[in-house]
């Protein structure tokens, strides 16, 4: 006789319904499940709880004495890294879909739950669980949308699958992370992308009008450790806007408040992150977690060149300054902002130190946000790694 989870009275919520995260809501797609049943533990944005699920994947949470584990999480390892034969149209070199299809075809894992787009929007996203390395290839690339992965999770009991890899961004993470026990599988492995500044789809169109000269032939973009957005359009060409040159006052409102209260950049619970703000311009970026990480990485070994990670300047004053910089909005002339992007490249943070410039100014303008607008959650949301980042700087009183 099977037994009655809890989960098995519970219904998803109806794509209208208003989320148990309210504004919050990262539309990670747990609430369109009968998981939701789970959600006030599971929910990132209504639990944080990332030092204590970090101790029960990777056996111990951050060291709050070490702030390499402020910053980057648990790890064993770290390293740059590219594929030495590059994806076509993958968002870097396609390290994450290379690992992912490695698993697939040695039969590690049975599916893979990842994101494609629609037939008629590629920046819409569509969750899927790919059984095949055809299927893994077309969820090649970005889509800088707020996506919800896991609402494929009930398809995954039904087809009674055992082992299973998902790729995902933080906030999913973590709330499979707090269901993942529920979920029948007799191993799951997690492939994690760092993320930050997400949008949903209407804000993605209100930043690529904003900021790029051709919005509607914009195949992929990326903030790119030389200070600048690089856009690619269709018939291949590139365009780079500086950082300092976008319009910030416009763009305020665009991205998402869960991105704008998120302190998971760098995708603490995931097994194997691959990113690429910590490593030189063109190579990828990896930290692997634990052993189930350094298993999945190992699979790809001979189809990759690897260097060890460095770290050059110092981002205090460039990120102290940026505070107020947007506070209120500033935005450069654009021949002002070329300038000071060729400057800042030029003498500016590289490798980690970037990589840590990146999460200083983030979390310092996240942790302003709650405070502002949900202090009543300052405290329990911020995790202690994140409260010792932003406590590096003066921020504004209020
Ligand atoms: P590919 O082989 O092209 O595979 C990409 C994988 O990402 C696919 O399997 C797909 O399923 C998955 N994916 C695509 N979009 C989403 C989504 N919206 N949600 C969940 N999964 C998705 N790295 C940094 O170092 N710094 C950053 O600031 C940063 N910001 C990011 C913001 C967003 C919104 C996303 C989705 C990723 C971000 N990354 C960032 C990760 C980085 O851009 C690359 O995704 C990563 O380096 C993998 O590149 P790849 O060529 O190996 O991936």
């Not at 291949?236 to 416009?250: A, I």
Request: charged letters at 25%; proline letters at 6%; aromatic letters at 8%.
């Amino acid at each position: 006789m099977t037994s009655v989870r809890p989960h098995d009275k519970a219904k998803a919520l109806k794509p209208s319904s208003r989320r148990p995260a309210k504004e919050l809501c990262s539309e990670c797609g747990l609430c369109d499940t009968y998981y939701i049943h789970y959600v006030k533990e599971a929910c990132a944005f209504l639990n944080q709880q990332i030092a204590e699920l970090e101790e029960q994947i990777h056996g111990r949470s951050r060291n709050l004495d070490n702030p390499d584990d402020w910053y980057f999480g648990v790890s064993q390892e770290m390293m740059a890294a590219r594929k030495i034969e590059p994806i076509e149209g993958a968002q870097w070199t396609g390290i994450v879909s290379t690992i992912a299809i490695e698993m697939l075809n040695r039969g590690m894992v049975e599916g893979v739950v990842c994101v494609q787009n629609t037939k008629e929007d590629r920046f819409q996203p569509m969750p899927i669980i790919a059984r095949t390395p055809e299927e893994i290839l077309a969820a090649r690339v970005n889509k800088p949308t707020l996506s919800p992965n896991l609402s494929v999770l009930e398809q995954i009991e039904q087809s009674g699958m055992k082992r299973l890899l998902v790729i995902g961004v933080g906030c999913q993470i973590q709330a499979l992370r707090a269901v993942e026990k529920e979920l029948g599988l007799e191993k799951l492995y997690v492939l994690g992308t760092p993320c930050v500044d997400n949008v949903n789809r209407a804000g993605l169109q209100k930043f690529l009008e904003t900021t790029s000269r051709s919005p509607d032939t914009v195949v992929h973009y990326e903030f790119m450790q030389d200070f600048r957005v690089h856009f690619k359009h269709e018939d291949g060409s590139m365009e780079m806007v500086p950082f300092f040159g976008l319009k910030t006052n416009q763009l305020k409102d665009v991205f998402a408040p869960s991105c704008m209260s998120c302190f998971d950049y760098v995708n603490s619970l995931a097994d194997l992150v691959v990113g690429y703000m910590g490593a030189p311009f063109g190579w990828q970026w990896i930290v692997v977690r634990n052993d189930t990480g350094k298993e999945m990485l190992d699979l790809v070994q001979d189809q990759i060149d690897t260097q060890p990670v460095m770290s050059h300047g110092n981002r205090k004053e460039a990120v102290q300054q940026s505070i107020p910089a947007y506070d209120k909005g500033v935005t450069l002339p654009m021949w002002a902002a070329k300038l000071m992007g060729v400057v800042i490249e030029k003498i500016g943070p590289k490798g980690l130190e970037y990589a840590r410039f990146s999460i200083d100014s983030h979390f310092t303008r996240n942790y302003l946000y709650v405070k502002r607008n949900h202090p009543e959650k300052l405290e329990a949301h911020v995790p202690e790694y994140a409260k010792r980042i932003v406590g590096q700087y003066k921020l504004p009183e209020s």
